[in-house]
């Protein structure tokens, strides 16, 4: 498979992801031939395919599945891996998406074969990728997924502990259960980085390859299974011998580059140092400057809490002025409500006074007509008073003129009583009777 440059900034390695630029030569043939695998044993399906490589990191293995397929889909949860895939192998074939393995966006029975090659350990929810595999998987399609030996891994990761990345790694038998829920059919190989002495010809007719000793699994680096719901065709074993198989040389060419990079860090170092001697200078220099600067700061700090100290006492007394301000313009609002009330009662007030002055001046009227009148009926009767006077008179005269002829009438009467021949007829009973008095 060539393989391509990434772009001027390649993205960071975790160990997770693999980007060949960035690994040795035997972590990335640990996982190319994975789909190495994946090519030979497609040879016994039918073509053309439609291939998806579940979780594809980089890419570089959807681009090897290109060879044996019409068409190849990449995808990835990760925008930054999906975007350099598409940047460095993307073709007319091989397309890649952005998407989660346990929720694939792909219309059921849409492919011939699914690879899923160290993805499923890195899931919370695994059970998914194999239920969406096996909807997206054609009737006699093929899920191909691999998986570390969850106890071998754990082994060899020694002090360092379990992978922060991997969130469910299993067993075989664990695996070889978890797969049997899903799919009718399972086969697992064991994948081992093994070493081999190879014999090579400069131009080989054939290949002849002995394998002794039998495949445990518990002591397997790693797990490749074939998944379907219908009969797997193929049971055999699988070796590919990478770059002449000159492991040996391989190494010592790595060892080489790693020397030449220990060479630049060395005069990174250096550099670093020198640089960190200039910064040593320019720090004691800066501390100088700091401190004379902080005793300017002290300085300015102690005018700072005199002037401070002044502002809280101008503070106070302005405190003092507003709350006397705020009891004055309380008492001016009263004194503006009382002004107001006392508004409203001189209105109230000018208002009687006009009514009173209308009274007054009907009185007045009625006075001047009633004083008319009276000084009318006095006249009147004063001139009553003087007709009643001369009446008066006149019968006060005629009263004593009456008074005189009663008083000679009772003379007359006394004198007729005392005669003689009166007082016979009353005893005769002939004559007037005279009453008691008379």
């Known amino acids: ?88 192998y993307g073709s007319a074939n091989v397309r890649f998406v952005q998407a989660a393995c346990e929720a694939l966006p792909f219309a059921d029975a849409a492919f011939d074969l699914i690879t899923a090659f160290e993805v ?59 797969l049997g829920k899903v799919f009718a059919e399972v086969h697992i190989w064991t ?13 080989p007719e054939e ?9 445990e699994p518990a002591g397997a680096h790693f797990y490749l299974a074939a998944c379907s719901q ?31 990079e220990l060479e630049k860090k060395d005069a990174w170092l250096r550099q670093t140092l020198d640089a960190h001697s200039e910064l040593q200078r320019n720090h004691e220099a800066v501390i100088a400057e700091l401190e004379r600067q902080n005793n300017w700061a002290a300085e300015l700090n102690r005018e700072l809490a005199t002037r401070n100290s002044r502002i809280g006492d101008l503070q106070n007394e302005a405190e003092t002025r ?23 009662d001189m209105l109230d007030v000018r208002s009687e006074i006009a009514t009173a002055a ?8 009625e006075n001047t007509e009633v004083r008319r009148a009276a000084s009318a009926e006095i006249a009147r009767l004063g001139a009553e008073a003087a007709d009643l006077q001369a009446v008066l008179a006149e019968r006060t005269e005629w009263a004593e003129q009456l008074n005189a002829e009663i008083a000679g009438y009772r003379g007359e009467l006394q004198r007729i009583g005392s005669s003689h021949w009166f007082r016979t007829g009353a005893k005769l009973g002939i004559g007037p009777r005279l009453r008691d008095g008379q």
């Open 1 to 88: 498979m060539p393989l391509r440059k990434w772009g001027s900034e390649l993205p960071e390695f975790t160990g997770e992801r693999v980007i060949p630029e960035l690994v040795d030569a035997d972590l990335l043939n640990e996982h190319l031939a994975r789909y190495l695998f994946a090519k030979h044993f497609a040879e016994t399906l039918h073509r053309p395919l439609t291939i998806l490589d579940a979780g594809c990191g980089a890419g570089y293995g959807s681009a090897e599945l290109a060879g044996i397929a019409g068409t190849v889909t990449g995808a990835d949860i990760s925008a930054e891996a999906v975007g350099h895939a598409r940047a460095q």
């Open 120 to 178: 499923i350990e890195h899931l919370d929810r695994w059970q998914e990728l194999l239920a969406e595999a096996n909807r997206a998987l054609k009737p006699n399609g093929i899920l191909l997924v691999s998986t570390p030996n969850r106890d071998y891994y754990a082994e060899s990761r020694g002090d360092a502990g379990p992978n922060p990345f991997h969130r469910h790694e299993f067993d075989y038998e664990e695996f070889r259960q978890a």
């Open 191 to 203: 994948q081992n980085h093994a070493e081999a002495i190879v014999f090579s010809p400069r131009h």
């Open 207 to 215: 290949t002849a390859l002995e394998v002794s000793g039998t495949a």
């Open 230 to 260: 219908s009969r797997i065709a193929g049971n055999d074993t699988f070796a590919w011998v990478p770059s002449g198989a000159n492991i040996l040389r391989e190494r010592e060419l790595h060892i080489a580059k790693l020397s030449g």
């Open 322 to 344: 507003l709350e006397w301000i705020a009891g004055l313009e309380k008492q001016i609002a009263s004194l503006e409500t009382h002004i107001v009330r006392l508004g409203n």
């Open 358 to 365: 209308t009274e007054i001046e009907r009185l007045n009227v």
